[in-house]
């Protein structure tokens, strides 16, 4: 059996650095069924149809985020076209299942290990014969008729130490760039632009041996420095964090390793910095989202401005650089209130800063709260409006604000963006030293970062 796993993406983004979710899925096939051979890529449909063509794949799984939902109907369509059994999966097919096309056999809704698992043990036994998938748990598929039917959801996989780390040798991971890692599932809290929390119901961790045994099959494998922890959040469960730097001091090859991960205002915390410090995390990255009272407590329940402004703070005074992500365009933000927020990126002592546009995704509350007001249409969408990473353009976005036109907010977007650059800037100079003696010591991991950053620059990110 040939099994192609695809993360749907622009054309510039062909093969660069891929989530690990179908990393996940590739890992588990391999680990239940030898025999499969397994490729990942990622890209647009010309880029699927040439692997297509080479690879010449049994299944073809795609995964894709709702703004690039578009691209996932053309790669099915040829896929589908060229005999192969396409399975859709992801964060958007498991909100709206209904979204699905006739060139899609079946979709996976939610988690997508152990129903890839059985759809490929179903496929060895009655191929694409649609029907012999109707009793698994956690899909949806067409009848005949084109009805949608859906199964029992599928109950999350526990403990997620079963599963075998990512497959990293089949995600295009260049010789000493960071590599990102997800060491817990889901998330406790709420806020209204996140879709986490619906496609995982639940927050669960691996355990601290799994995580500094996968750090370590990272450091050997492909000789990075620096690892980002992509968690939705990584210090969710501090005693975690405790027993993972206990474990990492045991081991001196990764003393010299550096860290990335994700945090919560109201989990911060002088212990918990240290402790970070300790672990060698280099950089704390923040959802701060507003800092006016109102639009935060909308968009991020139980967090305040003044914890905001004490977590940068904590964190900068014990030598973690800060990294905060910000949101504007809330249904009810004022210009005052953004203005609060700008004043905060402008003068607060962020490493980094990056705003976006609150966007409505399917299986959020502000989702839901666009199609109340009319904004949205859910039987005929334009996805790609909901592409937030550009919203210069536009033909991009669903505005949100019911206090600004969307020029005002498209122009407040642009100063943020050009307090981002300025920043990024001074960081860049401020590195220069670090870098040569970086070069010097290790030539070999310094220009596979040059590449990288040259890479992700290419790609619009930070």
């Not at 063509?53 to 299944?59: E, G, K, L």
Request: with cysteine.
């Amino acid at each position: 059996m040939r099994l192609l796993l695809v993360e749907t993406a622009p054309s510039s983004q062909r093969n660069s650095r891929l989530t690990a979710g179908l990393g996940y899925i590739a890992s588990y096939v391999r680990h239940h069924i030898p025999d499969v051979v397994v490729q990942i890529i990622k890209g647009d449909p010309d880029w699927v149809r040439e692997n297509v063509a080479d690879f010449r794949p049994d299944i073809v799984g795609i995964s894709t985020v709702s703004q690039y939902y578009p691209m996932a109907v053309r790669i099915a369509d040829l896929c589908h076209e060229r005999g192969a059994f396409v399975v859709i999966g992801g964060h958007h097919l498991s909100a709206l299942p209904e979204s699905m096309t006739s060139s899609m056999d079946i979709g996976v809704v939610g988690e997508g290990e152990d129903t890839m698992l059985d759809i490929c043990r179903v496929f060895s036994n009655h191929g694409a014969q649609r029907s012999a998938y109707v009793e698994l748990d956690g899909v949806v598929l067409q009848d005949k008729s084109g009805e949608l039917l859906r199964s029992r959801r599928r109950a999350l996989h526990k403990p997620l130490d079963d599963f075998p780390f990512p497959a990293r040798d089949l995600m295009h991971i260049q010789p000493g760039e960071s590599v990102g890692m997800i060491t817990s599932r889901g998330c406790s809290y709420g806020c209204v632009f996140c879709a986490s929390s619906a496609f995982w119901q639940s927050i669960r961790f691996h355990s601290a041996e799994y995580v500094v045994a996968e750090i370590k099959q990272i450091v050997e494998q492909h000789h990075t420095s620096h690892i980002y922890m992509w968690d939705d959040l990584f210090v969710a469960d501090r005693k975690r964090v405790e027993r993972i730097l206990a474990l990492l001091q045991q081991e001196p090859r990764l003393r010299r390793i550096r860290y990335s991960v994700t945090c919560r205002a109201n989990l911060a915390t002088d212990e918990l910095a240290r402790l970070l410090k300790e672990m060698n995390v280099v950089e704390a990255m923040f959802g701060l989202e507003s800092m006016s009272p109102d639009t935060l407590a909308y968009l991020k329940p139980r967090v305040t401005v003044d914890q905001n402004r004490e977590a940068v703070d904590v964190f900068h005074r014990n030598g973690i650089r800060v990294t905060g992500f910000f949101v504007i365009g809330s249904p009810q933000e004022t210009r005052e209130e953004i203005e609060q927020t700008l004043h905060f990126v402008r003068t607060a002592p962020l490493y980094r800063a990056e705003a976006y546009m609150l966007t409505p995704l399917p299986g959020t509350v502000v989702w839901n709260y666009a199609i109340e007001r009319g904004l949205i249409d859910p039987e005929h969408v334009d996805w790609e409006r909901l592409y937030i990473d550009n919203p210069e353009n536009p033909e991009n976005g669903i505005i949100l604000s019911e206090t600004m036109e969307p020029d005002v907010l498209r122009d407040y977007w642009r100063k943020f963006q050009r307090v981002r650059r300025r920043k990024d800037r001074i960081n860049l100079l401020a590195r220069i030293p670090q870098h040569i003696t970086h070069l010097i010591r290790s030539p070999f991991e310094e220009l596979a970062l040059v590449r990288e950053r040259l890479r992700t620059h290419r790609q619009g990110h930070i």
